[in-house]
């Protein structure tokens, strides 16, 4: 089984950068599309970034695009969110991802497992 837990989160300022970690003890991530999810309070899940095996595909939400990089380190078994140019609109509860399949990576319900989440708070 996959068990993911994030790391990272906290409360900086506007034109801050964070860097959030996704780690497994699974050792899965060569071969599983990962991605970064968001939701903030009264608001659906909504996708930020997707990784996938398969070609090496990269996918960014248009919101994030040219601010945020999803990268993963295969050695450590993690996948990392580098988030710059941080905006107050970012703040929500970020979540990892992961699945087998590499279809539809933007689509949250295709998801197989999740982590707990970890909080990114941006100020003004």
């Known amino acids: 089984q996959v068990q993911l837990v994030e790391s990272g989160g906290g409360l900086v300022q506007a034109g801050a950068s964070l860097r959030l970690s996704c780690a497994d003890s699974?050792?899965?991530?060569?071969?599983?599309?990962m991605g970064w999810f968001r939701q903030a309070p009264g608001k659906e899940r909504e996708f930020v970034a997707a990784?996938?095996?398969?070609?090496?595909?990269?996918y960014y939400a248009d919101s994030v695009k040219g601010r945020f990089t999803i990268s993963r380190d295969v050695t450590k078994n993690t996948v990392y969110l580098q988030m710059n140019s941080l905006k107050p609109e970012d703040t929500a509860v970020y979540y990892c991802?992961?699945?087998?399949?590499?279809?539809?990576?933007?689509?949250?319900?295709?998801?197989?497992?999740w982590g707990q989440g970890t909080q990114v708070t941006v100020s003004s």
């Open positions: 699974g050792r899965t991530f060569s071969t599983y599309t």
């Open positions: 990784f996938s095996w398969s070609g090496g595909s990269v």
């Open positions: 991802a992961a699945k087998r399949t590499r279809v539809g990576a933007s689509q949250d319900t295709t998801y197989e497992y």
